[in-house]
């Protein structure tokens, strides 16, 4: 996970640890963290956005509608990198909490990029407001704050994949802890949160490339996939747009059609990961469009599983721009905060297949 200190300007590279994280909070009290989903009035804007609220928090949410999530739950592993990126002057973040204490590791805050437009029916249901300087961040205020559990959770995952090298499970970010952070697998352990189901038969564990992209702009991807099935997905496999209409991020100069990507161009033996590399082509827009695709796997007529894959094109464009939250508002912090986020599900996968397709 540390390589991304230096390598990388979006927490979507360490969203398969931070999904583990976040499900193994729901594991310890299941209502202090559910997973929301795009759809139904809600749009998620980025790979980066991890979809979790506390349960209040998310009923009330999904109430407002019409809105369009730039950033929710945030893990030690994202306000890790986040804080090694302002300190080290990369990928434009102007302020950052310690890690532990960003107000978006409470589970009971959002930023959302049409905020303008939703400040009174957020407020009808409970969301508060008032951070100064801040127009983007909301707080669900009467739902419990439960920052330090993704900590507590963060050490749990780790002792249970690590039996000879434990660490104190007390909920404290302090050396022993961030050196064990620092060694992790950004896409996840191969263990996960212990009360979790394997939900799905494909999972995008890591997205690297840019939350924003400008009009008519190319962006290259490198996705890894876990195939969390009892089924070997072969080279040949196609990644395709999954409701079979065109797609607004065709790029006509690598994609097989309006609707297909190609071959994923590596075999992913069941129970692993492959690595992807895909490319996009933003369409014209004139205010900033949050973009969202379901990606389907087929096997010449089977399909395999669905991915999720999101974007924001923004006329000004933010390529070298983490589109993750500052944390300008939080504890020891004064200001205001911006926004970011991943879509995406649990995975569990023991290896990486260090085997990549370009498709330039």
């Known amino acids: 996970m540390a390589s991304f200190v230096t390598s990388s300007c979006t927490t979507a590279v360490v969203i398969g640890l931070s999904r583990q994280i976040a499900n193994e909070i729901g594991c310890m009290n299941p209502s202090s963290l559910t997973r929301f989903s795009a759809g139904s009035g809600i749009t998620i804007t980025s790979n980066a956005v991890l979809p ?46 310690p890690v532990g204490r960003s107000n978006h590791e409470s589970g009971r805050a959002v930023d959302l990029a049409n905020w303008s437009a939703r400040v009174g029916a957020m407020a009808n249901h409970r969301w508060s407001h008032d ?23 963060f050490q749990r995952l780790w002792n249970r994949n690590h039996p000879g090298d434990k660490i104190a499970t007390d909920g404290d970010y302090g ?101 992807v590399d895909i490319d996009i082509a933003a369409p014209s827009v004139a205010t900033p469009t949050p973009i969202a695709t379901q990606l389907a796997l087929v096997d010449g007529t089977t399909q395999l ?5 999101a974007v924001t094109v923004t006329p000004d464009g933010d390529a070298n721009t983490s589109a993750d939250a500052d944390d300008e508002s939080d504890v020891d912090v004064s200001g205001g905060c911006s926004a970011g986020g991943s879509a995406g599900w649990l995975a569990l996968a023991p290896a990486l297949l260090a085997l990549r397709r370009r498709r330039r």
């Open 52 to 97: 979790y609220l506390a349960a209040n928090a998310k009923s009330d949410l999904q109430a407002v509608g019409n809105v369009r999530v730039n950033s929710a739950f945030r893990t030690i592993a994202q306000q890790y990198l986040l804080l090694q990126w302002h300190d080290r002057g990369r990928c434009g973040i102007r302020a950052a909490a």
């Open 175 to 275: 050396p022993a802890t961030e050196a064990r952070l620092k060694k992790s697998p950004a896409t996840g352990f191969a263990t996960g949160a212990s009360c979790t189901p394997r939900v799905r038969a494909a999972d995008l564990v890591a997205a690297d490339g840019p939350d924003r992209i400008a009009p008519g702009q190319t962006a290259h991807y490198t996705l890894t996939l876990a195939n969390d099935t009892d089924v070997d997905w072969p080279a040949t496999t196609t990644l395709r747009i999954a409701d079979g209409n065109a797609s607004e991020l065709y790029d006509a100069a690598t994609w097989t059609s309006s609707v297909e990507l190609g071959a994923i161009g590596v075999a992913v033996p069941a129970g692993t990961q492959g690595v």
């Open 305 to 309: 599983g669905t991915l999720d894959f």
């Open 131 to 153: 951070v100064p300087g801040d127009p983007v961040h909301f707080d669900h205020l009467s739902s419990a704050d439960i920052r330090g559990r993704d900590v507590l959770a």
